[in-house]
């Protein structure tokens, strides 16, 4: 019903940027907040992030606050992460995912989009 697609992920140098961009094919109304979660090369899921599609409220993981913001446009049914200065830990595989509640369960995935960060 819900479908996600993200895209913007690349090879990027450390200290680059990256924005990451997720287009979902909903009602602006249907969702409740959005989250970005990645995964790292043999790794589990990490949550990285999330925003309240009502007010604009985010939230983000200590490993990449200060460093990374997570913003949407709710006229274009589009979620953003902009990522900078951008560390080798960051290589992974970033997932968007809706939520129906700020923080709360996710209930449906995009497929992901690979970010490399490499020297």
């Known amino acids: 019903e819900v479908q996600l697609v993200e895209s913007g992920g690349g090879l990027v140098q450390p200290g680059g940027s990256l924005r990451l961009s997720c287009a979902a094919s909903?009602?602006?109304?249907?969702?409740?907040?959005m989250n970005w979660v990645r995964q790292a090369p043999g790794k589990g899921l990490d949550w990285v992030s999330c925003v309240d599609n009502s007010s604009g409220t985010t939230a983000y993981a200590d490993p990449v606050k200060g460093r990374f913001t997570v913003s949407r446009d709710n006229t274009k049914n589009t979620l953003y992460l902009q990522m900078n200065d951008l560390k080798l830990e960051d290589t992974a595989v970033y997932f968007c995912a809706k939520a129906i509640s700020y923080l709360g369960p996710m209930n449906s995935w995009g497929k992901g989009t690979l970010v490399t960060v490499s020297s």
């Open positions: 909903v009602f602006t109304e249907s969702i409740y907040a």
